[in-house]
């Protein structure tokens, strides 16, 4: 992927991860379209950095998705670049059904069929570019489960088997397929995360993960350093020292 020039649509991207890094994209001389359900949030956006257009969408509704698709085709169809961000977490307790099945339909209704669903919606657009690239967004928690996140940890360990998958598939296309690793980062994604002292800074995330894009642009994975201990523990052998540790330091873990 390269670092400027594109035209990028971001779903998912009116606060946190996604939009910290809709802004450093812009910065960088592409052209970025912000999406999300808030028009609230969608208008705060636009007001606020004239330069990023905005179009509202629901990662949960196809209905949604493939109207907020064709409005962002007609506006930009030199769109080159989809960034999959969208995606929500929840903490479940598993030992009764009604106090998680609601929560993990919801979970993989946004994390897993909401990032297809759009790649659906934009396939055939993108495979027509010159140069193309579909960035999708797992977790280290898609390689060490955090206890209480049981539907959001196989969402995102989905996801990087997907990536995975359509990349192979996609190999004799112009597309490029790129997965975004992140480590916990301070956003609010759950309650407390964003004033955690275990979470990663917010901009420090974005800052590292933009120089990993700008200085490894065939990157299958970009990976922070902080995010390692998780992706590589059962490559080290040391996978059940990792999974204790996490779950012993994140405050969502006990």
């Known amino acids: 992927m390269n670092i400027s020039g594109n035209t990028i649509f971001i779903p998912g991207s009116t606060s946190g991860i996604g939009l910290a890094l809709a802004l450093e994209l812009t910065a960088k001389g592409n052209t970025v379209i912000v999406g999300g359900r808030r028009t609230e949030l969608l208008d705060q956006i636009a007001a606020e950095h004239p330069g990023i257009d905005t179009?509202?969408?629901?990662c949960a509704d196809a209905v949604s998705i493939d109207a907020a698709a064709k409005e962002v085709l007609a506006k930009h169809p030199d769109l080159n670049v989809l960034v999959t961000m969208a995606g929500i977490m929840r903490v479940e307790d598993w030992h009764q059904p009604e106090s998680f099945l609601a929560s993990a339909e919801s979970v993989i209704t946004t994390n897993v069929l909401g990032p297809i669903r759009l790649i659906a919606a934009?396939?055939?657009?993108?495979?027509?570019?010159?140069?193309?690239?579909?960035?999708?967004?797992?977790?280290?928690?898609?390689?060490?489960?955090?206890?209480?996140?049981?539907?959001?940890?196989?969402?995102?360990?989905?996801?990087?088997?997907?990536?995975?998958?359509?990349?192979?598939?996609?190999?004799?296309?112009?597309?490029?397929?790129?997965?975004?690793?992140?480590?916990?980062?301070?956003?609010?994604?759950?309650?407390?995360?964003?004033?955690?002292?275990?979470?990663?800074?917010?901009?420090?995330?974005?800052?590292?993960?933009?120089e990993l894009i700008q200085r490894q642009p065939d990157a299958k994975e970009i990976q922070v350093e902080r995010v390692k201990f998780l992706r590589y523990g059962e490559a080290r052998g040391d996978y059940d020292q990792v999974v204790q540790m996490l779950n012993t330091a994140d405050p969502h873990g006990n």
Do not use: C, W
């Not at 570019?129 to 360990?157: C, E, H, W």
């Not at 004033?195 to 993960?209: G, H, I, N, T």
């Open 122 to 210: 934009f396939i055939e657009h993108l495979r027509a570019q010159p140069d193309a690239t579909i960035m999708t967004v797992s977790s280290g928690l898609a390689f060490t489960p955090l206890r209480v996140t049981p539907s959001y940890n196989a969402s995102k360990a989905a996801m990087h088997m997907l990536s995975e998958s359509i990349r192979l598939q996609l190999a004799d296309t112009t597309i490029s397929i790129v997965e975004l690793v992140p480590p916990a980062v301070r956003t609010t994604l759950l309650p407390g995360q964003e004033d955690s002292e275990f979470a990663m800074p917010l901009d420090e995330y974005v800052a590292e993960a933009m």
């Open 55 to 58: 179009v509202q969408v629901d």
